[in-house]
């Protein structure tokens, strides 16, 4: 459960599950008539990248923090719903995650903690990317002291791309000689036209 505050008295409450997505969305008081139904929001997105990329400012007064990012919870989540039809670029049966290229940290390639404990991962010390040409980038992982799980590399199959803020990439981790995650095979699936 996480408390925003936003004047006297008022807090906006956000209620996560076990998985760390957000539980339900819940209408403010005020806005709940007779009839009115409440409607539940179930997310599969892993908002881990959203979180660790979120930096707050203090004000010049340093009476109060606020987000560096526009919008409610709401409307964020909603701008990060996955779109794109993953099973058109990748096996399923291959672990995999989606990215969206931030500004911050875009030379680190954010792996989300939920595909590594759902599919029982233990990435090894050195990976490498597959672009869609071919060509391969080596990374190495990195594992910060809050278990937060980073690649290095990303930056240079980034430029090589020509990849953009908002652009999508499925990453699909691919086994080789038995080990698991070895490689990441990156499809690049392009702007975001938001």
Same mark, same amino acid.
């Given at each position: 459960?996480? #408390? =925003?505050?936003? =004047?006297?008295?008022? #807090?906006?409450?956000? %209620?996560?599950?076990?998985? *760390? &997505?957000?539980?339900?969305?819940?209408?403010?008081?005020?806005?709940?008539?007779?009839?009115?139904?409440?409607?539940?929001?179930?997310?599969? @997105?892993?908002? @881990? /990248?959203?979180?660790?990329?979120? /930096?707050?400012?203090?004000?010049? $007064?340093?009476?109060?923090?606020?987000?560096?990012? $526009?919008?409610?919870? $709401? $409307?964020?989540?909603?701008?990060? /719903?996955?779109?794109?039809?993953?099973?058109?670029?990748?096996? +399923?049966?291959?672990?995999? #995650?989606?990215?969206? !290229?931030? *500004? +911050?940290?875009?030379?680190? %390639?954010?792996?989300?903690?939920?595909?590594?404990?759902?599919?029982? %991962?233990? %990435?090894?010390?050195?990976?490498?990317?597959? @672009?869609?040409?071919?060509?391969?980038?080596?990374?190495?992982?990195?594992?910060?002291?809050? =278990?937060?799980?980073?690649?290095?590399?990303?930056? *240079?199959? &980034?430029?090589?791309?020509?990849?953009?803020?908002?652009?999508? &990439?499925?990453?699909?981790?691919? /086994?080789?000689?038995?080990?698991?995650?070895? !490689?990441?095979?990156?499809? !690049?699936?392009?702007?975001? =036209?938001?």
């Amino acid at each position: 459960m996480v #408390f =925003s505050y936003q =004047s006297p008295g008022v #807090f906006r409450i956000v %209620l996560y599950g076990h998985s *760390a &997505c957000e539980k339900k969305r819940v209408r403010p008081p005020w806005e709940v008539g007779e009839g009115s139904e409440v409607q539940e929001y179930h997310s599969d @997105d892993d908002d @881990d /990248e959203d979180y660790n990329e979120e /930096e707050e400012e203090e004000e010049d $007064e340093g009476r109060s923090k606020r987000s560096k990012k $526009e919008g409610n919870v $709401e $409307e964020r989540k909603a701008a990060n /719903e996955d779109p794109i039809d993953v099973k058109r670029y990748i096996d +399923l049966k291959n672990p995999y #995650f989606v990215t969206v !290229i931030q *500004a +911050l940290r875009s030379s680190y %390639l954010y792996v989300p903690r939920s595909v590594l404990i759902n599919y029982e %991962l233990k %990435l090894p010390q050195a990976i490498l990317f597959h @672009d869609p040409t071919g060509r391969t980038w080596r990374g190495t992982v990195k594992v910060w002291t809050d =278990s937060r799980t980073w690649i290095t590399g990303w930056e *240079a199959l &980034c430029r090589h791309t020509n990849l953009k803020k908002n652009d999508w &990439c499925i990453c699909e981790l691919l /086994e080789e000689n038995g080990v698991a995650g070895c !490689i990441i095979k990156v499809h !690049i699936i392009g702007g975001n =036209s938001t």
